[in-house]
Nanobody, 124 residues
């Protein structure tokens, strides 16, 4: 069982930055692929970024490439999402999720553990 707690969301103007953190419980954090999903009102939940168990492989959704950076610290059981040059279309609830598989996948159903979500609002 893994419990995930996100923090760092908030309201920011377009062009600004936010850093999200996701703290995980348990001693097996390093055995999970970690992802950040987001869900805007009326839209499906989508994978934004993901990182492999050791941190050597990452995935970025097209619209966030060059603006968002995912990283993890397995010693601290924490995954981070640095978001720069934020745009109004980045507004959504952001969820941290853990996948026990080996490979990064974009399918939400493959992620067994989820945080409660943190709101990110970007004003124009």
């Amino acid at each position: 069982q893994v419990q995930l707690v996100e923090s760092g969301g908030g309201l920011v103007q377009a062009g600004g930055s936010l850093r999200l953190s996701c703290a995980a419980s348990g001693r097996t954090f390093g055995s999970y692929v970690m992802g950040w999903f987001r869900q805007a009102p009326g839209k499906e939940r989508e994978l934004v970024v993901a990182i492999s168990r050791g941190g050597g492989t990452t995935y970025y959704r097209g619209p966030v490439k060059g603006r968002f950076t995912i990283s993890r610290d397995n010693a601290k059981n924490t995954v981070y999402l640095q978001m720069n040059s934020l745009k109004p279309e980045d507004t959504a609830i952001y969820y941290c999720a853990a996948n026990a598989g080996v490979l990064i996948t974009t399918t939400p159903d493959r992620y067994a553990y989820w945080g409660q979500g943190t709101q990110v609002t970007v004003s124009s």
